[in-house]
């Protein structure tokens, strides 16, 4: 059986680091990389491929930038003659991105049966990117696998049969599983000068947030006065910093007291910011979940989530007014001590992939 797994940017490598290892488990099945280069500088692809133990991708497109249209056309048009050269048997997708989207529809119109690891997720936001690019690729997926019980009654909801549906758990905690132990030993927090437990963890990417000067100026005030209490290190990712330059907005934030502003963070490293962090401030998808896993606090400074089980089940609140009052009232609740306990979300258990891999070849595998 050829499976092709498609990987464009950092969350996607992370899936499937744990996906193309479950694959690898099986004799008879071929596991090919296409990469996508929708993110491609050193510290957001390259250390992830080193660090997850993947190997280098079989086919490197090198599509990134433009508009999310002129992406995913050419992301289209360089997808289409791989698969037709491979001629795989399952094209497998993870996450909602532009790469995901762009391959998923390739793979549908040339009839290649497409697997959709992380379907059925739904914010209810059209005006996020992601959310079209969610219900795109479920529309024309023919397998389906789910982290949460939400997304399960979605494609429901949607029309999915329910035989195609697969309640699996969650591929980046099995991740997160398998390099805990050694993420924990190296206390990242210790080299900027930050002590365990005592310090706020930021990350923000989403368009809504970084993009126009609106967005970004309330993330800058909300980690002005949160430095007020607690020392902030921020993970930069490289849209932000482009919007924060194009802006003329990024000396207000490396001038700021108290925060601390590093480059984007290997995996490694970031867990280990995150495992010494007394909490988290975030945007991420991904991150909402690593922190309800972890059992640490999590503000998700968001309108809406798609992944609904972390703010019910697990340790993860949602901002959705975004008023750095409301976070700075979180904020104080958690370093009180009175934040939610939280519990694992059933099956995120480090067993996902393999869940997967199993069902994908018992729906796929040729007659011999
Ligand atoms: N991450 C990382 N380094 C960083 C920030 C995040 O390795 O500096 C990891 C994080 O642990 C999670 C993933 O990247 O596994 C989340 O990716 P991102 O927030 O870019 O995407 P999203 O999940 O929102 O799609």
Redesign the pocket.
């Known amino acids: 059986l050829k499976i092709i797994n498609v990987v464009g940017?950092?969350?996607n490598f992370?899936k499937v680091g744990a996906l193309h290892r479950a694959f690898l488990h099986n004799k008879d099945v071929e596991s090919k990389i296409v990469h996508t280069g929708q993110h491609f500088d050193a510290k957001m692809s390259e250390v992830?491929f080193e660090q997850l133990e993947l190997p280098q991708p079989d086919y490197y497109l090198g599509i990134n930038g433009g508009s999310h249209s002129v992406q995913t056309a050419q992301m289209m048009m360089a997808f289409e003659s791989v698969l037709l050269d491979e001629k795989p048997d399952v094209v497998l997708v993870v996450?909602?991105?532009n790469s995901t989207v762009a391959c998923a529809l390739v793979a549908a119109k040339e009839q290649v049966p497409l697997v959709h690891v992380e379907a059925g997720l739904r914010s209810g936001d059209r005006t996020m990117p992601?959310e079209i690019n969610r219900i795109l690729i479920d529309s024309v997926s023919n397998l389906f696998f789910t982290t949460e019980s939400s997304a399960t009654e979605n494609l429901l909801r949607e029309g999915i049969s329910k035989e195609k549906i697969h309640f699996v758990g969650n591929v980046?905690i099995d991740?997160l599983v398998r390099y805990r132990q050694k993420a924990q030993e190296l206390h990242v927090g210790k080299q900027f000068g930050l002590k365990s437990g005592e310090y706020v963890l930021v990350?923000m990417?989403?368009p809504d947030n970084v993009d126009s000067e609106v967005g970004l100026k309330g993330v800058l005030t909300m980690l002005a006065s949160i430095a007020e209490r607690q020392k902030v290190i921020f993970?930069m990712?490289p849209r932000t910093r482009l919007s924060l330059q194009r802006l003329g907005l990024l000396l207000r934030l490396t001038a700021m007291e108290g925060v601390v502003l590093v480059e984007?963070?290997?995996?490694l490293?970031?867990?280990s910011l995150?495992l010494d962090a007394r909490l988290v401030i975030?945007?991420?998808?991904?991150?909402q979940e690593?922190t309800t896993f972890l059992q640490i606090p999590c503000i998700t400074y968001r309108s809406s989530t798609e992944r609904p089980v972390t703010v019910a089940l697990g340790t993860n609140y949602l901002a959705s007014d975004l008023s750095p009052q409301t976070v700075l009232g979180l904020v104080d609740e958690i370093v009180a001590g009175n934040a939610k306990k939280g519990s694992i979300p059933p099956l995120w258990d480090g067993h996902a992939a393999g869940r997967i891999a199993a069902v994908v070849l018992e729906t796929y595998r040729k007659p011999s």
């Open positions: 940017v950092r969350p992370i992830f996450g909602d991105v992601e980046m991740s990350t990417h989403r993970s990712h984007p963070q290997g995996y490293e970031f867990l995150m975030t945007d991420s998808g991904g991150i690593e």
